[in-house]
T-cell receptor, first 113, second 115 residues
Framework: KQEVTQIPAALSVPEGENLVLNCSFT??????LQWFRQDPGKGLTSLLL?????REQTSGRLNASLDKSSGRSTLYIAASQPGDSATYLC????????????FGTGTRLLVSP | SQTIHQWPATLVQPVGSPLSLECTVE??????LYWYRQAAGRGLQLLFY??????ISSEVPQNLSASRPQDRQFILSSKKLLLSDSGFYLC??????????????FGNGTRLTVT
């Protein structure tokens, strides 16, 4: 059974810092990995999707890497801003075509001005 | 552009009452549709997914059911709610089967409290 773990559970940083969020999964037989952002009481916003054949994806100040063989992914946020404060979730897909995602429990990020 | 609508945003229901949550998607055809639940202190759990009208797959045994009466409409139901059904319910869509790397797009969720 696939299990996804995210460390740390919570993180508080001052504005401007670069930071790394970690995600690990127990079964390396995945098809893709997604990073999401969830604001309090809201739905999830897709940030980055990495295919199993890829090593990384970038979008603006965000960079996600994937090491499938070791079961790890990292989300790097450059020059953090207060607007980045949210819960970040990673999820892995075990099926082709269907996004039957297995989610981690998230990292709650607070960026202070 | 594609949009997903989910309602109601919040709902308080007594134990034993029925439930109907609705989700609609605009701007795409034949999407894959999903219902996830986020319980307090736990990660998101996939409840149901659908690849087409009338086609529903259940991931976990539970007190809930899902239906897809139209291509872009997905409904989550229960005949009698339990306290354990409380949680944050999220509808989502992705591109039709065959798009191997389609991101999952979520609605804003329904906060259900069963009292």
């Amino acid at each position: 059974k696939q299990e996804v773990t995210q460390i740390p559970a919570a993180l508080s940083v001052p504005e401007g810092e670069n930071l790394v969020l970690n995600c690990s999964f127990t079964d390396s037989a995945i098809y893709n990995l997604q990073w999401f952002r969830q604001d309090p009481g809201k739905g999830l916003t897709s940030l980055l999707l990495i295919q199993s054949s890829q090593r990384e994806q970038t979008s603006g100040r965000l960079n996600a890497s994937l090491d499938k063989s070791s079961g790890r992914s990292t989300l790097y946020i450059a020059a953090s801003q207060p607007g980045d404060s949210a819960t970040y979730l990673c999820a892995v897909s075990r099926d082709t075509g269907f996004q039957k995602l297995v989610f981690g429990t998230g990292t709650r990020l607070l960026v202070s001005p | 552009s594609q949009t997903i609508h989910q309602w109601p945003a919040t709902l308080v229901q007594p134990v034993g009452s029925p439930l109907s949550l609705e989700c609609t998607v605009e701007g795409t055809s034949n999407p894959n549709l999903y219902w996830y639940r986020q319980a307090a202190g736990r990660g998101l759990q996939l409840l149901f997914y659908s690849v087409g009208i009338g086609q529903i797959s259940s991931e976990v045994p539970q007190n809930l059911s899902a239906s897809r009466p139209q291509d872009r409409q997905f409904i989550l139901s229960s005949k009698k709610l339990l306290l354990s059904d409380s949680g944050f319910y999220l509808c989502a869509w992705s591109e039709p089967t065959g798009f191997l790397f389609s991101p999952l797009h979520f609605g804003n969720g329904t906060r259900l409290t069963v009292t």
